[in-house]
């Protein structure tokens, strides 16, 4: 069938599987032109292993470092005429690839914070890697969760203790204009937590350790943001905020369990702020990321999120020395929290509205990778083409060599 972008608000409802596997091969192809890292890591269980940096982060891996991955993922497959998302058409790129350079790759889909994924990848490490683990990357993007008990969490995108007021963008018609949003009750803030916050991952860990597959000084990473001042009442001083310190507050206990369990660490990675499908549903961070984008360009500091990833493997995660900041978090953020960057987008965050969006922020350029997240406006890709939207994820069973 020929397959185009229906788009609905913050999401698109459909996905091209040939622009998809284009998405997936760039990627691959940068970080094949790179240096290759170090062996340090031999297993990688990447857990939201489809999109954004979760995916990048098992490219890296895998790729760069031939490690062997095991993705954990909850995506759709394709349905009559229905497409199958954007995350499973990625993964099943990174299979095919991996699969050609003999690459161990093994997909699991289902839901990640269920202890019966858990069981189902501890069983999956013990028969296919000998029963060990060296590196985990927690990079699941969720907006509920059901815990053990069955009891359901929604996340909301809501200021704590004030009313907010901003200016956000949509960023298909490019209007600027307010967007007021109320304070979340306390509800809302433990719902959030509990669904971005550091729980499941430290459930993850545990389950980990108790199954005793953590090799000696195995290392675990999440991810999180921080942003610029300008952003903090919607992200860093909201919900989502108080999600990412419980996070933070989650590492420094796993670490203390991970370093007398294996010599190993918990560390949080705080990222540039970069078009997902997680911040295309903030208010105001579309705006804000549009102006960044079109300073960071022009300083020729702008990287996507495998430059990201390879950046984190190479400088961070597979380096002799690991630098930290005070809150002992490592800092891939740092070329957008530059003082001269963040002077110049909020100077261009005082000037901007619909009329000048154009000329003084890169929201092209936003728009063409958020449509380049479900596979569209990729070059080289015939859109008219009719295409088969039924595509495998083979989780192939292949030993390095």
Excluded at 152 to 166: A, E, R
Excluded at 187 to 202: P, R
Excluded at 331 to 351: G, H, N, P
Aim: include cysteine; glycine fraction near 6%; aromatic fraction near 8%.
């Amino acid at each position: 069938m020929i397959v185009e972008p229906k788009i609905r608000g913050f999401i698109c409802t459909t996905a091209h599987p040939i622009g998809c596997q284009e998405r997936v091969n760039e990627q691959i192809n940068y970080v094949q032109q790179q240096k290759k890292l170090s062996t340090k890591f031999k297993n990688v269980l990447i857990i939201g292993a489809s999109t954004g940096y979760g995916l990048a982060s098992r490219i890296v891996a895998g790729f760069g470092a031939d490690a062997s991955t095991l993705g954990v993922f909850y995506e759709r497959e394709a349905v009559d005429k229905r497409t199958a998302s954007a995350g499973w058409y990625n993964s099943a790129a990174f299979e095919q690839a991996a699969r050609k350079t003999g690459l161990y790759a093994r997909s699991i889909n289902g839901d990640a914070f269920s202890e019966a994924l858990k069981k189902q990848v501890i069983d999956c490490i013990c028969q296919d890697w000998n029963g060990k683990v060296d590196l985990i990357i927690y990079s699941l993007a969720s907006p509920r969760r059901q815990d053990q008990t069955g009891t359901v969490y929604n996340s909301v995108l809501k200021p704590i203790g004030t009313t907010y007021q901003d200016k956000t963008v949509d960023i298909i018609s490019g209007v600027v204009s307010e967007v007021k949003i109320e304070p979340a009750i306390p509800d809302e803030i433990s719902a959030t937590e509990k669904v971005m916050g550091g729980e499941d991952w430290a459930l993850w860990i545990e389950a980990l350790i108790k199954a005793n597959v953590l090799s000696e000084k195995a290392m675990t990473v999440a991810y999180s943001y921080i942003g610029p001042e300008m952003t903090y009442p919607i992200y860093r001083e909201g919900t989502i905020g108080a999600a990412k310190e419980h996070l933070e507050a989650t590492a420094r206990a796993l670490n203390t369990q991970l370093a007398a369990h294996c010599n190993g660490r918990a560390l949080v990675s705080v990222n540039k702020g970069l078009v997902t499908q997680a911040s295309a549903a903030i208010p105001v961070v579309p705006l804000y990321i549009s102006l960044l984008y079109k300073v960071m360009k022009q300083h020729n500091l702008h990287e996507g999120c495998i430059e990201q990833m390879w950046r984190l493997f190479a400088d961070y995660l597979c380096s002799e020395s690991l630098q930290l900041d005070s809150a002992q978090r490592i800092r891939i953020d740092d070329w957008e929290l530059r003082s001269d960057v963040q002077d110049e987008v909020a100077k261009l965050w005082q000037q901007v509205q619909t009329d000048n969006l154009n000329q003084i922020s890169d929201i092209v350029g936003y728009r063409k990778e958020f449509h380049q997240l479900f596979g569209f406006s990729v070059d080289g890709v015939d859109y008219t083409e009719d295409v088969d939207i039924n595509v495998q994820i083979p989780s192939i069973h292949l030993e390095l060599a």
